[in-house]
């Protein structure tokens, strides 16, 4: 919860703002929502597609400006987060927050207008969920937090569909589904080499309230679920051969990644292990939605312009 040390400071220049914005989270929304937009039947027209992605963009910024606004107490205990503007000293918490509630306001109002209501009014509850459902409860409150909380992260694909078809089919939700079930192993691998930062800042990840032992079980058993999850594009119909032969191997490596961190359960072996398991998985997941876009946009150039 922010206290008033929070609101020292300020002044911070155009890199601080752009810092708020979390860039390196942006950009997966970005790449996840194109994804979405590039899958969705019917076709959208290019700048119609821009100005959507744009808006999806800003407000995964501008969530990411609200996370930090209110979690200025703990990002300045932890080591990773502690150079952030607000903790640093760089901007105020109220420069945050009204940076994060105008880029809100504005992402979901241009959606919109120039897009369409039932996209915006997603993105909207995307921003909401993230701040107030994961930001402001889950994250203090359960160990349970990244699971639940994930479902943030997992949206955009499904903004992006939305915004192309003004609506929501079982496609966009089963990336969800695989951004979702994704998520608990990718942050628990961090969490288990950055526990000592949760534990000094009180925040309940599961190797702090829960031990390294079960953690690591979990890692394993939620990769086990994600494996065939991955390959659910291609069985569904909706991606490729290519797709569905590289999901299945990257399925494969990513349970041998987790079995691993389960199998190393002391000393730096298990510390590296939970390293690169937390490595792989980002790659794991850029390779499955760039593969979604490579075979869809190979397939357009193939048939042609439509007539």
């Known amino acids: ?61 501008a969530s990411g400006a609200l996370n930090m606004w209110y979690d200025a107490d703990i990002d300045r205990v932890m080591s990773r987060t502690r150079n952030r503007p607000i903790p640093a000293g760089r901007v105020t918490g109220d420069e945050a927050l009204a940076f994060g509630l105008t880029l809100s306001g504005f992402s979901v109002l241009v959606l919109g207008l120039l897009v369409n209501w039932f996209a915006a009014a997603f993105l909207a509850f995307t921003i909401f969920f993230y701040v107030v459902i994961y930001t402001m409860w889950l994250k203090r409150s359960t160990p349970q937090n990244i699971v639940i909380g994930g479902a943030a992260g997992a949206f955009p694909p499904v903004v992006g569909w939305a915004a192309v078809t003004g609506s929501v089919s079982l496609e966009p939700l089963v990336l969800f589904l695989i951004i979702f079930m994704w998520t608990p192993p990718h942050f628990w691998a961090l969490a288990l080499f950055k526990s000592g930062d949760y534990e000094a800042a009180n925040v309940p990840m599961m190797p702090v309230v829960a031990g390294e032992r079960s953690t690591r079980t979990q890692i394993l058993a939620y990769s086990l679920v994600l494996a065939p999850i991955g390959v659910l594009p291609w069985i569904m119909g909706f991606a490729g051969l290519a797709y569905g032969l590289v999901s299945a191997a990257l399925g494969v490596a990513f349970v041998i990644f987790a079995y691993r961190v389960w199998a190393m359960r002391k000393g730096d072996a298990a510390r590296k292990a939970a390293v690169r398991l937390f490595s792989f998985s980002i790659l794991y997941l850029f390779l499955l939605f760039a593969m979604l876009l490579g075979e869809h946009l190979l397939i357009a150039l193939i048939s042609g312009p439509a007539r």
């Open 1 to 61: 919860m922010i206290d008033d040390t929070a609101w020292s400071g300020g002044h911070g220049g155009v890199g601080d703002y752009f810092a708020l914005l979390k860039p390196r989270v942006m950009s997966l929304v970005i790449f996840t929502a194109l994804v979405g937009i590039v899958l969705a039947p019917g076709g959208i027209h290019p700048v119609l597609a821009a100005t959507a992605l744009l808006c999806i963009a800003i407000g995964a910024g």
